[in-house]
């Protein structure tokens, strides 16, 4: 059977859309990058197919490439929005404080951080990243997020 040009044409962008709505990432890279002063607001992979969460449920966090600061360490905070308030729900370091890259052939580093047992913190859709330095200014310091998911 054989189609015409545009309709070939119709159905490579009809498959390209619905792909580009169930596709769990929702940003380009630069809007998954941390920096100091600059955090990165990261949609939670598959969050609004997922029922409230109860207690007990974790947000994982996946970390693809890491820049340490010249200027001293820096801890990465992890909050979530409960309600209209941004919670932190924990911090991490990397250690050790050296740069890596999945691109350059490193493992990503994998964090999971328990969601607050609250009614209004079981749904979240957002995790906010943040670099906080610990001495110094973080000048340099980023920070990006492969992913986020519930878990």
């Not at 044409?9 to 941390?34: H, T, W, Y």
């Not at 992979?45 to 693809?64: E, L, Y």
């Not at 964090?111 to 670099?131: K, M």
Request: proline share 8%; charged share 15%.
């Amino acid at each position: 059977m054989r189609y015409h040009p545009w309709v070939l044409i119709a159905m490579c962008a009809a498959a390209f859309s619905v792909l580009r709505i169930v596709s769990p990432v929702q940003a380009n890279e630069g809007d998954m990058q941390a920096t100091i002063g600059k955090p990165a607001t990261i949609a939670i992979s598959g969050a609004s197919a997922h029922a409230p969460v109860a207690g007990g449920a974790r947000v994982v966090v996946t970390i693809n490439a890491y820049q340490p600061s010249m200027a001293g360490p820096v801890a990465t905070v992890v909050s979530v929005r409960c309600g209209a308030e941004l919670r932190e729900i924990g911090r991490f370091g990397i250690f050790p404080n050296q740069a890596f890259s999945v691109s350059a052939g490193a493992k990503p580093q994998r964090f999971g951080f328990l969601l607050p047992d609250e009614p209004a913190c079981r749904q979240p859709q957002t995790i906010e990243i943040s670099l906080d330095p610990q001495t110094g200014d973080g000048t340099g310091a980023s920070i990006t997020i492969g992913s986020a998911s519930i878990e």
